[in-house]
């Protein structure tokens, strides 16, 4: 082989580890480069007053999923959860003032139709301070149809045009039946005949497992803690009526026969789905 061959043969196997490296890079707020190819994830919808059909893109190598319970309480997993490159929260959680158990970075924050109007309510701390947050809401068809009879989607887009910046998307009807067959498929049991509300969380789980490579759960108890004699009780959340106790929270709508949500039968499937994917238990750490 002559001496120029050799060469080339030698400088790209130098170059190509850089080209691959090159090609996986994560920006630190979770979006791709444009050497990656597309994550587009095809069940979150854009919203927008133009109706272009635009879904969410993005794609991050570490993700922290930050619960809302008082467990994270005197974690002081803020810094924590701030160097991490994705940061997922639910509802209206706030940062401000906990910043030292929780973190202060958002990069997709995931909310309910019914938490709508508290962020709605504080608009100026959510959407216009939070212009680096991108909002996923979820709820059922008759509250997100965008025929203009979807009183929450009708109150999204108005948020939309006073906030242009603000990246919004909806989890389209398709995804919501999809989520709703994953809990039938793990559990056995139709949503809808038993009564049960999904929860915010469940939803957020199915994202991060859709867009992260690995995720840290902080704040999340085991779906036995509760039953334990000896477990340390916490508020339901880290934030508002500290007085609410989250076992006796999660007890309550287990038991209840209809419109509950099974917050402990939830853990059971994050547990199985821990032994599936890269998922680990922070703040309490617990292993599945």
């Known amino acids: 082989m002559k001496p120029l061959t050799l060469c080339w043969l030698f400088l790209l196997s130098l170059s190509l580890p850089l080209l691959l490296w090159f090609g996986h890079v994560i920006t630190r707020d979770g979006r791709r480069t444009p050497a990656e190819k597309s994550s587009e994830?095809?069940?979150y919808m854009r919203i927008s007053p133009g109706r272009v059909d635009q879904f969410l893109d993005m794609h991050c190598?570490?993700?922290a999923l930050v619960s809302s319970s008082g467990q994270l309480l005197g974690a002081g997993?803020?810094?924590?959860?701030?160097?991490?490159?994705?940061?997922?929260?639910?509802?209206?959680?706030?940062?401000?003032?906990?910043e030292k158990d929780v973190g202060s970075r958002t990069t997709v924050r995931v909310v309910s139709h019914t938490s709508v109007p508290w962020l709605v309510k504080n608009e100026s701390y959510y959407f216009q301070q939070a212009v680096n947050t991108t909002y996923v809401f979820w709820g059922p068809e008759r509250n997100m149809r965008q025929d203009?009879?979807?009183?929450?989607?009708?109150?999204?887009?108005?948020?939309?045009?006073?906030?242009?910046?603000?990246?919004?998307y909806a989890v389209t009807r398709e995804k919501v039946e999809y989520c709703d067959k994953v809990f039938e498929n793990e559990t056995g049991k139709n949503r809808m005949k038993t009564g049960t509300y999904l929860t915010t969380g469940f939803f957020t789980m199915i994202l991060a497992i859709e867009m992260c490579d690995n995720i840290h759960?902080?704040?999340?108890?085991?779906?036995?803690?509760?039953?334990?004699?000896?477990?340390?009780?916490?508020?339901?959340?880290?934030y508002g009526k500290m007085w609410l106790d989250e076992c006796k929270m999660y007890n309550f709508h287990e038991n209840r026969r209809r419109g509950g949500h099974r917050f402990i039968t939830e853990k059971a499937i994050y547990a199985k789905w821990a032994t599936q994917h890269k998922i680990e238990f922070k703040y309490p750490s617990w292993s599945p």
Not at 148 to 168: E, F, H, R, T
Request: proline share 6%.
């Open 61 to 63: 190598n570490h993700c």
């Open 217 to 238: 759960i902080y704040g999340m108890i085991q779906d036995n803690y509760c039953s334990k004699a000896n477990h340390s009780p916490a508020p339901y959340h880290y």
């Open 77 to 98: 997993a803020g810094e924590e959860i701030d160097n991490t490159g994705c940061v997922l929260r639910m509802n209206d959680a706030p940062t401000q003032g906990f």
């Open 148 to 168: 203009g009879k979807g009183q929450i989607y009708s109150a999204l887009l108005k948020v939309v045009k006073k906030y242009p910046n603000v990246s919004m």
């Open 41 to 43: 994830l095809r069940g």
